[in-house]
């Protein structure tokens, strides 16, 4: 695994576990935490469950930080149905529309070709975020059909790109 990616003085490194604890600050209703974990993340949660739910040591899981050390976004990769499925993204609450969920997914895009020989990457977002939504499209991702016997196909959008791999 890589150790990290520096873009413009912030860096995506590979999440530690003094991180969940700054994670677990950012939600604080059981909306937001679905919103981001799914239908399934359990609320109120302590720092068990809450790494439980995240998957935490099952996946590549990352952060983002600034050039001043401060924690900005979180997402996470995996293999998902012969894709790069780009999972629980997001940025810190007070971080939000300044660019740095595009940063994100980007610099997540850039390792996940490092981690996976696959040729799509796919994320699924819900309908009613828009923000996400224009950030995912504005990136090249396009809705897909979503997957079959998945749940939430009322709520959510499937988004898909093609990998473009460094020549």
């Known amino acids: 695994m890589s150790t990290g990616l520096v873009v413009e003085d912030w860096r995506l490194k590979p999440a530690i576990d003094e991180d969940i604890d700054e994670l677990m600050g ?8 679905n919103e981001w974990g799914g239908p399934n993340f359990r609320y109120p949660f302590d720092r068990e469950t ?6 935490w040591p099952d996946m590549a899981t990352y952060c983002v930080y600034s050039e001043k050390k401060i924690m900005c976004a979180f997402g996470q990769l995996y293999e998902r149905d012969r894709r790069i499925n780009l999972a629980r993204l997001i940025a810190h609450p007070h971080m939000r529309g300044q660019g740095i969920g595009r940063r994100l997914v980007t610099m997540l895009m850039t390792i996940g070709v490092e981690l ?3 040729k799509e990457y796919s994320l699924f977002v819900y309908r009613d975020n828009a923000p996400a939504l224009k950030c995912y499209q504005s990136l090249g991702f396009e809705m897909h059909d979503y997957p079959p016997d998945e749940s939430m196909a009322d709520v959510c959008y499937y988004l898909t790109r093609s990998v473009v791999r460094p020549e």
Request: hydrophobic residues 40%.
């Open 116 to 118: 996976f020989e696959l």
């Open 50 to 55: 809450f790494v439980e739910d995240c998957h």
């Open 26 to 33: 950012w939600f604080d209703t059981q909306r937001s935490i």
